[in-house]
C-alpha cells in the first residue's frame, strides 16, 4: 500500500497478493467462497531476526515504531489471529475481496519511520 526503499521485491509480492484476492474473489463469489487478505503491520514476530537482526534490535525497532502509532504498540499474533476469526465468521459474511488492515493505524497515521 506504500512503498519501501530497498524493499521492492517484497512490496511487489504484497501488492499482487492484495489483487489476487480480489481477482479469486470475484471468480470464486458464484460458488459462495469468500477471499479475503490480511495486511498486517509492525507485528512481533521472529521476522526480524530472521531478516538477521539480533533479537535486542527487533525489540528496539518496536519499541521505537510503537511511538507512532495511534495505537500506542506493535502488534501481536493474536491481533492479526483475531482478525482472520472474524474474516471467517458469520459477521464477516458479506465481506470478500478485501484487504483488511490490521496495523495499529501505521497507515492511516502515515507512519513511515520510527525511532532508536
Known sequence: MR???????????KCAL??????????LGPKRIR?????PGPIKTGF?????LPND???KF??????GLPVGRSGI??????????????HAAFVTGTNLLSDGGALAANHLTFEF
Open 48 to 52: 526480524l531476526t530472521a531478516m538477521g
Open 18 to 27: 492484495d489483487m489476487f484476492t480480489k481477482c479469486m474473489a470475484a471468480e
Open 35 to 39: 477471499v479475503n487478505v490480511i495486511n
Open 62 to 67: 518496536h519499541d521505537g515504531y510503537a511511538k
Open 57 to 59: 534490535a527487533s525489540d
Open 77 to 90: 499474533g493474536e491481533d492479526v489471529a483475531d482478525s482472520i476469526l472474524y474474516l471467517a465468521s458469520d
Open 3 to 13: 512503498t519501501s526503499v530497498g524493499g521492492s521485491s517484497y512490496c511487489v509480492s
